[in-house]
C-alpha cells in the first residue's frame, strides 16, 4: 500500500510541476502578444499571395501506378478459359493468401467471376 501512495504522490508533484510550466508558458505568450500588438501578430499569421494561390490550384493527376491487383486483373482478362490460383501465383510471385486477398477483393467490385472451383473468368 505504502507503494502506491509513493507513486501517487510522485504524479501529483509532476502535474503541479506540468501546470506551473504551462501557467508560466501562457504567461509567456501574453507578454509576447501584447508586445507585438495584434496587427503585427494577425501579419504573421498570413501566407504569402503566392503560396496561397498555390493551394487553391488543382493538384495535377499522378500517374497511376501497376499494382498486384491489376496485374492479376490484366492476367485473367487476357485468358480465353481463365487463370487457376496456382497459374497466378507462379506468374505473379505473390503468395496464395495474397492471390485469394486480390481475387475476393476483384470478385466483390464484379471485374471477376468463378468459373469453377480454383478458375477464374473475367466478369
Known sequence: MSALKTVVQSMVKGLKLLT???????????KLERTQGPKEAAKKKKRPAARRAAK?????????????????LGMIQRSKIGMTT??????????????????????????????????????
Open 20 to 30: 506551473r510550466e504551462v501557467e508560466r508558458m501562457e504567461e509567456l505568450m501574453d
Open 56 to 72: 487553391r490550384a488543382a493538384p495535377e493527376k499522378k500517374a497511376k501506378k501497376a499494382n498486384a491487383t491489376d496485374a492479376v
Open 86 to 123: 496456382q497459374k497466378l501465383k507462379e506468374k505473379t510471385g505473390l503468395s496464395e493468401k495474397q492471390i485469394w486477398n486480390i481475387l475476393n477483393r476483384l470478385k466483390k467490385r464484379g471485374d471477376v467471376k468463378t468459373k469453377k472451383r480454383g478458375v477464374y473468368v473475367k466478369g
